[in-house]
């Protein structure tokens, strides 16, 4: 896990985002953030589908086919290319997108994560009881923005993902195409 490589990663997309959008510039932009990672952290929970009792779909949206190429028409081209997405993966990056844009913005680059949290936490075991961490996590920092509290966010976080079935392999990869999807976003307008 290369957390520097990530948050220089994340501190050059918000950057451009500062370029696009010069009001955000010299302000302090935490409260947003925090929404927004609550907001992504809901939609992560709403892919994962496990809190949804009232449903008999509880699986996870892991698996989502999209059509990368298209006719001048609307229509498919004759060769259908097909994309594999999972939507719980890019919901769960998008969250980490704003963990560390949160870690930029504080200047809390230096994450102390504890090889014994997982443990310590009895967390990384059920997403259920974890997202609820993570929220409580994020309500503590957001009421108290210390070092320690941020750690804590990123360290549930990690568990999360760890109940969800990800490994920090394929968080990172995801991570990446994301960043440079949001590059793309940005230069286009978004």
């Not at 609550?38 to 892991?62: H, I, M, Y």
Request: charged share 25%; glycine share 8%; hydrophobic share 35%.
């Amino acid at each position: 896990m290369n957390l520097t490589k990530l948050f220089e990663t994340q501190a050059a997309l918000d950057e451009h985002i500062m370029q696009e959008h010069p009001e955000l510039q010299g302000q302090d932009n935490l409260d947003w953030k925090l929404l927004a990672l609550q907001v992504e952290l809901g939609e992560c929970a709403n892919e994962w589908r496990g809190f949804k009792k009232w449903s008999k779909d509880q699986e996870p949206r892991t698996v989502k086919r999209i059509e990368t190429e298209w006719d001048d028409d609307g229509t498919p081209t004759e060769w259908d290319v097909y994309q594999d997405v999972n939507p719980l993966l890019e919901e769960y990056v998008d969250c980490l997108h704003f963990i560390l844009s949160i870690g930029v913005e504080k200047g809390y680059t230096g994450v102390h994560i504890n090889p014994g949290t997982i443990q310590r936490l009895n967390m990384g075991k059920d997403p259920l009881k974890d997202f609820g961490t993570v929220f409580g996590f994020i309500h503590n920092f957001k009421e108290n923005p210390k070092h320690h509290w941020y750690d804590s966010v990123f360290e549930g976080f990690i568990n999360l993902g760890i109940a969800l079935g990800f490994t920090w392999n394929e968080v990172e990869e995801a991570y990446y195409a994301k960043n440079k999807v949001n590059h793309e976003r940005q230069n286009a307008g978004y």
